[in-house]
């Protein structure tokens, strides 16, 4: 199974769509700033499961969470936009919520630097900024019985 993750599109709904055109994951998470972008992802692929968070810029989108725990073949994931836990600044707050969630993979974004990191013995991963105009990037996750693998990509351009 394959997890499409994208982060900070501000505006830029194409790079997703383009992203999941070349991916065809099986589902995807948005982790927030700009939710308008992942509902047209959403439109524009209506039989893919779409998971949206909001973020720091999604100013208006109250009916959306801001984080989420699922679980994908076995694996718990959280996933949050990373605002609300200063990842700025470091990641001892996120790494609390994740690690009191159970889960084993930590997802977030907000700061735009794609990052693939072990910390407190649980895997972190921010898949950048979908929406950069010069160089997209976004995450993938692939779970088979209880195991993932991570990996960060950019998006080509034309």
């Known amino acids: 199974m394959i997890l499409a993750v994208f982060s900070d599109s501000h505006g830029n709904s194409q ?16 982790l927030g700033d700009g939710v308008r972008d992942a509902e047209a992802l959403a439109r524009a692929y209506p039989t893919l499961p779409v998971r949206i968070l909001r973020g720091n810029c999604d100013l208006g989108a109250f009916t959306v969470d801001d984080s989420a725990l699922a679980e994908y073949c076995g694996v ?19 790494a609390t919520s994740v690690l009191c969630s159970g889960a084993q993979l930590g997802l ?10 072990e910390f407190r013995g649980i895997q972190f991963m921010n898949p950048g900024s979908i929406g950069s105009s010069s160089s997209p990037t976004y995450g993938v996750v692939s779970f088979e019985n209880g195991s993932f693998n991570c990996s960060i990509k950019d998006l080509p351009r034309d």
Request: glycine share 6%.
């Open 15 to 30: 790079n997703m769509i383009d992203a999941v055109a070349l991916e065809k994951p099986d589902f995807v998470i948005f």
């Open 108 to 117: 977030y974004g907000h700061t735009h630097r794609p990052l693939w990191q």
């Open 76 to 94: 718990r994931v959280f996933a949050a936009h990373g605002h609300n836990h200063n990842v700025k600044f470091g990641m001892d707050s996120f």
